[in-house]
């Protein structure tokens, strides 16, 4: 996982949280916890600051995890407002994360490994987003999708009929606007 | 020294501390990440400077070695090494050593370029051996301890410890091998390795177009040789077809000269047999007469200059008539003369060409048919196209090449008189104008001989 993830981690963590609950969570997952931006650490890291952040707050992992991603894609349009500001809807924007988002991630933080997803953009109103990674993290996805709806001032729904956290071979994303 | 945050409480102090080292940390990291992309960029621009000039060298040297001994230079700068060197493949021997050298310190490395210059290599021996046999580059960390090295074997002191050789590839083909040597033990480098065969494959390029060139220019100098020794042979044949015409015309005319004095003045002593025998005689001289006159026709046609001026195809059909009046009549043809154009020619040619085609058009006619004969013309893209069209015999399709061959008839002559060369004669006048001529035929509805010559010769335009 690349340090950006971490350090994402982090600024969303201190700002609702505040700094010493980071410290905190650092100490009960047992982490090193010095992460830049460009390096490259262990995917174990990540879910052990969820654990211990489920712990401390009494929240399921997904729930942290979603959060997470919805927190972070304020940050992210602050940081590159270039992936944002050609697009008006979530729908747009997310039609560009294989073809422009990641290839610009890979250029960016070169070994980065960013996951493939497959589109169904028949029907107007729903937009279907097959996902597959070894690292089961479609809680993020959902996440980030929620906070690019936020960024746009739409509200979204996402159900996922599929799931590999449900044993399925890979997650789909159903999203509507409410 | 005064402690840092001493007026903090130590449990906050402790946890700064760690914030402080945490960051701290993170940012070396990042120090060193950023170092690191820095070299790595610029072993990389390095890289392409390399790639880019060997492909320079490849593209404009005079020649293979110039681009091999170029080529050499780069790598050897690039590397840092002081020696390279190049062995050609040679189908006999295997590797063959050039004396195409990169040497930093010439004395130093003198015994090496000898022995090398001496020894060449066989598939699988010492560096470049094993580079021809897999086709891939080899890396010998120190060739003093190789046991396949020969060189090392040859001289006591060859100066050079660690070496590389990479191949140069025209296709899956090793057509030569580059080696490099330096004077102290290097660790083997895959990824130098990697980026010396796409050198190779680069080189392979160069003398793939050399050997391209080569072979062109083989072509064009065994073609030039065929052409003269074609040109030679048809200028004899002529000059014999013309000499041996010419000389034969003297005694032929004799020959009937006397048979017809014989028949004339002393008939009445010769029985009926006799008389029948010198008559054939003296026909098959005549025969042989016109033969003679038409393969001398032939023949001066490639050999007479050329002497080509403004020719009006219309006036020169209608003397040609003019001339043929009397077959005209005789067979009942109707002749249908369309606009023809005016082109540079050869008129005493033209004039042939043209009566051999109505000779034709009205010699071979249906039995029971009269012939209807017309001539048309057109000019299109410079070239006149001129039609001879008739409703005689035609001919089978198949034959359509055939019959403008020297001698070759479709029928006896019993039925059509006639030596076989006219049409043979018509095409040489045509081609001497640079031009085609095409028969179309069916059989029993009729032939079309289509001329094709261009309008102009490049004649200065009349004042």
């Known amino acids: ?178 | 020294m005064t402690e840092p945050f001493e007026d903090v409480g130590s449990a906050e102090v402790v946890r700064l501390r760690r914030r402080l080292d945490r960051e701290r940390r993170a940012r070396q990291e990042a120090e060193r990440i950023s170092e690191q992309a820095t070299r790595e960029l610029y072993e990389r621009q390095q890289e392409l400077a390399l790639m880019v000039a060997v492909a320079r060298a490849a593209n404009d040297s005079a020649d293979v070695p110039d681009a091999l001994s170029r080529a050499i230079g780069h790598v050897c700068e690039y590397m840092k090494w002081p020696v390279g060197h190049v062995y050609l493949a040679d189908a006999a021997v295997g590797l063959r050593p050039t004396t195409i050298w990169h040497i930093d310190d010439s004395e130093c490395f003198e015994t090496f370029r000898r022995v090398t210059e001496a020894t060449p290599l066989a598939t699988g021996e010492g560096l470049g051996g094993r580079v021809l046999a897999t086709g891939r580059p080899v890396w010998l960390p120190d060739v003093t301890v190789e046991a396949n090295f020969p060189r090392a074997r040859l001289a006591a002191d060859i100066a050079v410890r660690g070496g590389f050789g990479f191949p140069i590839l025209v296709g899956a083909e090793v057509v030569g091998v580059m080696e490099f040597f330096t004077d102290s033990v290097q660790p083997a480098d895959a990824r130098l390795l990697e980026l010396m065969a796409k050198i190779g494959t680069e080189l392979g390029r160069v003398i793939e177009r050399d050997r391209a060139r080569a072979s062109e220019q083989r072509l064009n100098r065994e073609l030039a040789g065929r052409a003269t020794e074609l040109a030679r042979s048809n200028t004899e044949l002529e000059q014999f077809a013309s000499i041996a015409s010419h000389d034969l015309q003297e005694p032929l005319r004799k020959v009937r000269t006397f048979t017809e004095r014989v028949l004339a003045n002393e008939a009445g002593q010769l029985s009926e047999q006799g008389r029948d025998y010198l008559g054939r005689a003296n026909a098959s001289a005549a025969r042989m007469q016109t033969l003679i006159q038409d393969l001398l026709t032939f023949s001066r046609t490639a050999t007479r200059e050329r002497s080509f001026a403004a020719v009006d195809l219309g006036r020169l059909t209608a003397d040609v008539l003019e001339d043929l009046e009397a077959a005209v009549q005789r067979s009942k043809a109707t002749v249908v003369v369309g606009a023809l154009p005016t082109i540079d020619a050869d008129e005493l040619q033209m004039r042939q060409l043209m009566q051999n085609l109505l000779t034709n058009a009205l010699k071979f006619r249906r039995e029971g048919r009269s012939p209807e004969v017309s001539i048309d013309g057109i000019v299109s893209d410079g070239t006149a196209e001129i039609r001879v069209r008739d409703n005689g015999i035609g001919f089978d399709p198949q034959y359509g090449d055939r019959i403008f061959r020297v001698f070759e008839r479709l029928h006896g002559r019993s039925r059509y008189d006639g030596t076989g060369i006219g049409l043979a004669l018509c095409r040489k006048i045509v081609e001497r104008h640079g031009g085609t001529v095409r028969a179309d035929g069916v059989p029993d509805v009729g032939s079309t001989f289509t001329v094709a010559i261009p309008v102009s010769q490049g004649l200065p335009t009349p004042r």
């Open chain 1, 1 to 178: 996982m690349k340090g950006i993830v971490y350090n994402l981690l982090e600024v969303c963590v201190s700002r609702e949280y505040g700094e010493d609950m980071w410290d905190d969570l650092l100490a009960a997952a047992g982490v090193d916890g010095a992460y830049t931006s460009v390096g490259s650490y262990p995917d174990e890291d990540l879910f052990a600051l969820v654990a211990a952040a489920s712990e401390a707050l009494g929240k399921p992992p997904n729930s942290i995890i979603r959060w997470f991603g919805c927190s972070a894609m304020p940050l992210l349009a602050g940081q590159y407002p270039s992936f944002f500001e050609p697009h008006t809807s979530t729908r747009a924007f997310a039609l560009t994360l294989n073809g422009i988002i990641h290839p610009e991630v890979r250029k960016l933080y070169p070994g980065a490994d960013v996951p493939t997803f497959n589109f169904d953009g028949s029907t107007d109103d729903l937009l279907v987003m097959g996902y597959w990674s070894p690292r089961r993290l479609c809680a993020f996805a959902e996440g980030l999708l929620q906070g690019a709806a936020h960024h746009y001032g739409e509200q979204i729904v996402i159900e996922q009929p599929q799931c590999m956290l449900r044993d399925d071979a890979r997650c789909v994303l159903e999203i509507s606007l409410r």
